[in-house]
């Protein structure tokens, strides 16, 4: 897998969690589409994605765009730890 795959398959995660929290998003989107994942201000992955897109997708078939515009750092959801020697 390539960076841009590893990039790709982490921004889906979250866009499955963020619908997950607003199923109401999910309204929007064609049944059937093609969901190509937009990274604002990062043009190389950007333009990789809509390729990929455009040369999957079927005659007819919608491409939407998913744009995202900001992302908290991802955490660690340990509360404790401990160290065994």
Same mark, same amino acid.
């Given at each position: 897998?390539?960076?841009?795959?590893?990039?790709?398959? #982490?921004?889906?995660? #979250?866009?499955? =969690?963020? /619908?997950?929290?607003?199923?109401?998003? $999910?309204?929007?989107?064609? !049944?059937?589409? $093609? $969901? $190509?994942? %937009?990274?604002?201000?990062?043009?190389?992955?950007?333009?990789? @994605? &809509?390729?990929?897109?455009? !040369? %999957?997708? #079927?005659?007819? %078939? @919608?491409?939407?765009?998913?744009? /995202? *515009?900001?992302? &908290?750092?991802? &955490? @660690? =959801? /340990? #509360? *404790?730890?401990?160290?065994?020697?």
């Amino acid at each position: 897998m390539n960076i841009m795959e590893r990039k790709n398959t #982490e921004l889906i995660k #979250e866009f499955n =969690r963020y /619908i997950r929290e607003h199923p109401e998003f $999910v309204d929007n989107i064609p !049944s059937n589409a $093609v $969901v $190509v994942m %937009q990274l604002e201000k990062d043009e190389e992955f950007n333009n990789w @994605s &809509r390729e990929m897109a455009k !040369s %999957q997708a #079927e005659k007819g %078939q @919608s491409i939407i765009y998913i744009k /995202i *515009k900001k992302m &908290r750092p991802i &955490r @660690s =959801r /340990i #509360e *404790k730890l401990e160290i065994a020697l």
